[in-house]
């Protein structure tokens, strides 16, 4: 939903003098004028890096946190209640 406004932002960026790209709206009318497909390239890549980052970082959470309790407890950290929400 998000990509659109990427791709916006990402020529903007790239055209530092402002020459082409003046500003976000211009540079959105631009792109859906030359090619409306231009401002979902590269969603395919986008989709699989963030589910491959939410994968490992779930199964980071899901293997790793027993150990880590371990750990902590081991060396004696223990947060009080007040301390986990603050």
Known sequence: LSHPFD???TCMQGDMTQRQHAGALATFKALVN???G???SGVGW???NITATVFVANEFCTRFSPVVL?????IGFRQTPSEECG
């Open 46 to 48: 986008r989709t699989f």
């Open 34 to 36: 030359a090619h409306p």
């Open 70 to 74: 371990r750990l902590s407890e081991r």
């Open 7 to 9: 791709v916006v932002k």
């Open 38 to 40: 231009r401002l979902f």
